[in-house]
């Protein structure tokens, strides 16, 4: 019988898990090191002081080894900027990686792999001055990274000119299909340069681990084994709504923000199967008040009941009077259980940013989608959701970049009625049955992770 996430078996290694302090980065490599934990695997997060501040009540997951980032009382948000930050947390994060390395081993606890957060590579220079291998876990698809590779190796120009753009192992794209990163890189130097910093030494790298799996990305996956030890190793979804073999599993382990989990469960109650629109833009994303308003009356327009995640910043920009005049088919929190909503029956579409945890997410649980991707790597993965997973319909922009009250109803009633409702019905449930199969005993991201274990403390 198989034992829950704290059973203790004999220690099959050691690894020292390194994120990039962002929700939407923590998350995953959390998720990965329940995997590892649930095989046997030792495991210390090394969190940055500034980050532990935030989330000391996701702390006994893990045993936790600090390092500072160089902005201790309050990370990115103390620096002056993206760059200094950036830049700061190199230095000071080599410097303390390297003595918690130390001290891990001086108390008789030696570390056998670093898995780092690609967009910190110096990661992976410590660990080798330490003796010890390095595996690069993209937080990313594989899709996305391989336009970033092409970036980095200068074979996609930046910014882009040609109105069809050709990348092994990908669909053709359009500009419109690539992240914002490499179509407005004007707007983000400091972030393009970090997106092509994951490829410095990358060739040394023991393992490249990607959250996506095989069946999911099988032509990019086969494409890039030919440059690097690719394992895909996800969905990184909690175990309880996949293959159930990880006890107690039920979700990530951290919230930056509260969730209002008691009021959106009581809400869904008695709500007919499919019936509820859930929307949410995730921790970072967001609109304008143009864009707002034309999504609230978008939301009205169908007559159906909707279920709005609207962070507290972004309150404001709601239209007057939009609350009282919805009250009866509509309920706005500041956050939400996500995997819990899209895991009831009631859900029968999930309007999007398309960032890719979300995206794995509605996969998973086989549950529709209306793109409206905003930034980073999201315009990819809308391409991907429409036209190659056919697991939703994208809401295009109009010639203003705003998407239109029309757009959002026509979007919702594509997915949630009509014949194209049930073909995308059909190939989500494809796709749940896909994602518990790469994850489940001998799957293919189940056997990567059995792969990866066994080679940690083999000579």
């Known amino acids: 019988m198989e034992n829950g996430m704290g059973a203790q078996k004999a220690h099959r290694g050691h690894c020292l898990i390194l994120p990039y302090p962002l929700q939407g980065h923590v998350n995953p490599v959390l998720q990965f090191s329940k995997r590892l934990q ?3 695997v030792r495991i210390t997060i090394a969190a940055t002081i500034s980050f532990f501040n ?67 590579p110096w990661a992976l220079d410590v660990a080798k001055k330490n003796g010890v291998s ?46 914002s990163f490499v179509t407005k890189p004007e707007t983000y130097p400091a972030v393009v340069e970090m997106i092509r910093n994951q490829f410095i030494d990358i060739d040394t790298a023991d393992w490249v681990l990607f959250n996506t799996f095989y069946k999911l990305e099988e032509e990019v996956i086969d494409w890039m084994k030919g440059l690097w030890p690719v394992r895909p190793i996800g969905p990184t979804v909690p175990s309880m709504y996949l293959d159930k073999r990880v006890q107690d599993d039920t979700d990530y382990g951290l919230n930056v923000f509260k ?56 309150e404001s920009k709601l239209p007057k009077d939009f609350i009282n005049e919805t009250s009866e088919k509509g309920l706005i929190v500041s956050w939400c ?50 036209d190659v997973w056919k697991m939703g319909v994208k809401a295009e922009p109009d ?21 194209r409702g049930e073909e995308i019905t059909r190939n989500a449930k494809k796709w749940v049955e896909l994602t518990r199969d790469a994850v489940d005993e001998g ?16 000579p």
């Not at 970072?284 to 709005?308: N, Q, V």
């Not at 996500?338 to 945890?357: M, P, R």
Request: with cysteine; aromatic share 8%.
């Open 38 to 40: 649930f095989k046997g």
């Open 54 to 120: 935030r989330i000391k009540d996701a702390t006994s997951l893990f045993p936790l080894g600090m390092i500072s980032d160089g902005f201790d009382e309050g990370g990115a948000n103390q620096a002056e900027s993206i760059e200094a930050y950036l830049k700061k947390f190199q230095q000071v994060g080599s410097e303390t990686l390297g003595e918690l390395l130390e001290k891990l081993r001086d108390s008789g606890s030696p570390v056998d792999c670093v898995v780092y957060d690609a967009v910190l």
């Open 134 to 179: 390095g595996a690069a876990f993209f937080t990313q698809s594989c899709a996305v990274d391989n336009i970033y590779y092409h970036v980095y190796k200068g074979i996609v120009k930046v910014p882009v000119e040609e109105t069809r753009i050709a990348i092994p192992g990908l669909p053709d794209l359009e500009p419109a299909d690539l992240p």
């Open 259 to 314: 969730p209002m989990a008691e009021a959106c469960t009581k809400w869904l109650e008695g709500k007919a199967s499919k019936s509820v629109v859930y929307v949410s833009f995730g921790s970072l994303a967001s609109l304008d008040a143009e864009g707002m308003a034309e999504l609230a009356w978008g939301l009205k327009m169908t007559g159906k009941y909707f279920l709005w995640v609207v962070r507290a910043s972004e």
């Open 337 to 386: 259980p996500q995997l819990e909503v899209l895991a009831d029956k009631s859900i029968g579409c999930f309007v999007t940013h398309c960032g890719w945890n979300s995206t794995l997410e509605a996969l998973s649980l086989g549950v529709p989608m209306v793109g409206m991707p905003q930034w980073t790597d999201q315009p990819t993965n809308a391409k991907y959701v429409t």
């Open 399 to 419: 010639e203003k970049g705003i998407v239109t009250k029309e757009e959002i109803e026509n979007c919702i009633r594509q997915v949630m009625e009509g014949e």
């Open 443 to 458: 799957g293919t991201s189940d056997k990567n992770i059995d792969e990866f274990v066994s080679k940690l403390v083999s």
